[in-house]
């Protein structure tokens, strides 16, 4: 149930017998009607700007179409009071029993409150993570799981048909560095004195595969030339580093549907294959790009490339996808790439997706619009691009910031925040900004027991619901779901009980706001102001008995414990989209 899409929908049926009595001419779109919470919770339960979208297209004052729909608005029985304020906004406010009905709808759906069909089973593919496999994930790429992961669970609650991808990059010189360092640790490993030049990786997680390679391959790769062991310990190296990969999203609690590789594209012909495509519609051709705006390259001199006409899709410049040396570019094998994910076989026999969305690093500002002109061009502008850019996460233990970690050698590990704070709060924590914004990560604050932390705060709501059921429990008052939703809810008559419902009636809506503009960010600000408005509700009790969720008569009581259930339900529902274990007790 979504309350606020009900009212709406009692909204549009209002302006529709309006246009049929002659108060409002025909033709008018009402698809920016809109119901929301008001912006100062004092107007009301609820606002419509419906006069003020129809009032141009209408040639009326918002005024006069605001009072006569207020008329008609206040016929429902739902409807206490509608207000006309400022130039034709209209303020609503509901009558008791609706907000005491959401309560039992709650305990009704339970887990699925607030699940939404608004996706209608579309495909999206969400990539995330994406990290060259030639170390642990360090914290930025943290911040990117969290991110990507939480969104396609909100995706997912919302509707759509989601798949969780990584793609690897596995097919440029980094592997080939990588390759070259784990043969250094494996000749450490019979025994050598080595040295790490400039630009390979010292870091100690290799110490362990060179120790592998050396127990796999016995010394037959001791003192050889690169042309006898490249191949193979570049192979054997990126797959000792998925699996560190795949190990460090498990701890965070982060499961792919698919790894894609690079690698694969290359000498197969797909990258070929998404360039023809391109060719076939005019948008490759071979040309001279204008030198770079500002100070000129010392180095730099014309030449011809094979270039991509991604003005013709909204970037800034024409993008090169084959050097002068018909070698490729890096963006030649992303366009492959995004060419599958436009033309691949699904299991049930679709092809491709809706909606693609890509998660990157904050250094990949400049990557965008020449990917979204990409995939505007192969998918004929059908298949819509997002890219979701997660700002650097600064770190910071004692006030002082948190240095890299040994074992890493330059970086600080996804390991490393983990294992101090847990995956929960970790998760919570990283989606308490939205992911353009930065983030600081204080390993003694998130783990502070306070309302300043929300992380804390909310799992504090949980577990003091926990609490009271548990009590409940001992004083032989049943509080399973079914006898909750069944109590006389006409008990919770008080405005702070009445404000609890209102907030839980927001989730719904929340959800679907969330989800259109992927920010599950959104779901970590609702959680909190709802454990903020149960905690306010707690405090009162201490004041007003009447208040206390635990009363001297079992009705009563059912009551009372049938809205903290209703909140309980509402942020397991949330937590789980944020990938977070609802804790039902702290320490």
Partial sequence: MNLFADIRALVLSDLAAMVADGALPEGLSTDNVAVEPPRDAAHGDM???AA?????PAGMKPRDIAETLATRLSNDPRVTSAEVAG???LNLRLAPVVWQGIVGDVLAAGADFGRSDMGAGKRVNVEYVSANPTGPLHVGHTRGAVFGDALASLLAFAGHDVTREYYINDGGAQVDVLARSVYLRYLEAHGQDVAFPDGTYPGDY?????????????????????????????????????????ADLKALGVEMDVFYSEKSLYGT???????DDLRSKGLIYEGVLEPPKGKKPEDWEPRKQTLFKSTDHGDDVDRPVMKSDGAWTYFAPDIAYHYDKITRQNPDGTVGFDALIDVFGADHGGYVKRMKAAVSALSGGTVPLDIKLTQLVKLFKNGEP?????????????????????????????????????????????????????????????ARVTSVLGKAE????????????????????????????AKLAEWPRLVETAARSNEPHRIAFYLYDLAGTFHGLWNRGNDVPSLRFLQEGAATSQAKIALARACAVVIAAGLGILGVE??????
């Fill in 47 to 49: 606002a419509t700007n």
């Fill in 52 to 56: 003020m979208v129809l009032a141009k």
């Fill in 87 to 89: 130039p034709g906004f």
């Fill in 206 to 246: 290799l110490i362990e595969v060179g120790q592998a390679l050396k127990e796999k391959v016995g010394d037959r790769f001791v003192d050889k030339g690169e042309q006898f062991w490249l191949d193979e310990v570049r192979d054997y190296a990126t797959q000792a580093m998925m699996d560190l990969i795949r």
């Fill in 269 to 275: 012909g797909r990258i070929e294959a998404a360039l």
């Fill in 402 to 462: 948190f240095k890299m970690s040994k074992r890493a050698g330059t970086f600080v590990t996804l390991r490393d925040v983990v294992d101090q704070v847990g995956p929960g709060v970790t998760r919570f924590h990283m989606l308490t900004r939205k992911n353009d914004a930065p983030l600081d990560f204080d390993f003694d604050k998130v783990l502070e027991q306070s309302r300043e932390n929300p992380v804390f705060y909310v799992q504090y709501a949980f």
């Fill in 474 to 501: 001992e004083a032989g008052i049943a509080v399973d779901d079914g006898t909750l939703a069944a109590a006389d809810l006409s008990k919770l008559d008080h405005e702070a009980e009445l404000a609890l419902a």
């Fill in 582 to 587: 609802p804790a039902k007790e702290l320490r």
